[in-house]
C-alpha cells in the first residue's frame, strides 16, 4: 500500500472547525482529510461528501472537524497487497482508506482512484504475458 501513497497526508486535528478544514483542503488540492491525535493515529476522517451533507443539514460551519468525522477510518497497513484494499474498499462501502505504519500512525491515504490504476496497471502487465 505504502508505494500507491502519493503525498504526505493531510492531516487536522479535533478542534479544526468545518470552515477551517475546507480551507485546507483545497489549499491541499485533496478530498478527504484525515483527523489525528497527538500521536499521528487516525481517529476520523472527513470527506468533500461528509461536508456537503453537513451543510445540507444546516450544520455551522464553525463547528468542530470532530461533530461531522467518521470516527474510526477503516486503515490498512502500508504493507499489505493492492488486493487487500479492494476487499476492504468493496466491503465497507468506502472509498479512502487510511495507510498506517506497524505502529498505527497515519502515512497517507489512498483513494479509490489510486486503487483502481493500480489494479489497472496489474492488468496491463498480465496481458503482456
Known amino acids: 500500500m505504502s508505494q500507491l501513497v502519493s503525498r504526505k497526508p493531510v492531516t487536522v486535528?479535533?478542534?479544526?472547525?468545518?470552515?477551517d478544514a475546507t480551507k485546507?483542503?483545497?489549499?491541499?488540492?485533496?478530498?478527504?482529510?484525515?483527523?489525528?491525535?497527538?500521536?499521528f493515529r487516525p481517529v476520523?476522517?472527513?470527506?468533500?461528501r461528509d461536508i456537503v451533507?453537513?451543510?445540507?443539514?444546516d450544520i455551522p460551519i464553525d463547528t468542530p472537524i470532530s461533530e461531522i468525522m467518521s470516527r474510526d477510518p477503516v486503515s490498512?497497513?502500508?504493507?499489505?497487497?493492492?488486493?487487500?484494499?479492494?476487499?476492504?474498499?468493496?466491503?465497507?462501502?468506502?472509498r479512502?482508506?487510511?495507510?498506517i505504519n506497524n505502529e498505527g500512525r497515519t502515512i497517507g491515504v489512498i483513494s479509490v482512484r489510486d486503487v483502481v490504476k493500480a489494479v489497472g496497471a496489474?492488468?496491463?502487465?498480465l496481458a503482456f504475458w
Open 96 to 99: 479512502h482508506l487510511v495507510v
Open 76 to 94: 490498512i497497513n502500508g504493507g499489505s497487497d493492492v488486493s487487500e484494499a479492494v476487499a476492504l474498499m468493496t466491503s465497507r462501502g468506502i
Open 24 to 39: 485546507v483542503m483545497r489549499r491541499e488540492g485533496v478530498g478527504s482529510l484525515v483527523i489525528v491525535d497527538n500521536d
Open 53 to 57: 451533507y453537513a451543510i445540507a443539514q
Open 44 to 48: 476520523g476522517i472527513v470527506t468533500e
Open 13 to 19: 486535528d479535533l478542534k479544526t472547525s468545518i470552515k
Open 122 to 125: 496489474i492488468a496491463l502487465d
